[in-house]
């Protein structure tokens, strides 16, 4: 269980060396919390209430949203086993 793949550069770099340029600073600290929450998810229904956790509708069903902060946010899917595809988008 754990991170599968990384979608986001920056994302990726963060959660393998701690630190990256690719992010603004102001969402490193977030985004380092959430990256080290969805490596140790066992359960997708323990996210709840976890950073505005949440199912995306529509197109984007079956993808699950974390705020960072502002409309910034992680996005990833989950396949009952690994988190994958995580990214940082603003979707809104």
Do not use: P, Q
Request: proline share 0%; glycine share 8%; hydrophobic share 35%.
């Amino acid at each position: 269980m754990g991170i599968l793949n990384f979608k986001h550069k920056g994302l990726a770099e963060l959660f393998v060396h701690g630190e990256t340029n690719k992010l603004g600073a102001r969402y490193i600290k977030n985004a380092f919390r959430i990256l080290g929450y969805l490596d140790h998810l066992r359960d997708i229904e323990s996210a709840k209430n976890v950073k505005d956790f949440h199912a995306l509708k529509g197109k984007r069903k079956d993808t699950y949203s974390m705020h960072v902060t502002g409309n910034y946010c992680i996005t990833f899917k989950w396949n009952w086993h690994d988190v994958y595809d995580v990214y940082f988008e603003d979707y809104h």
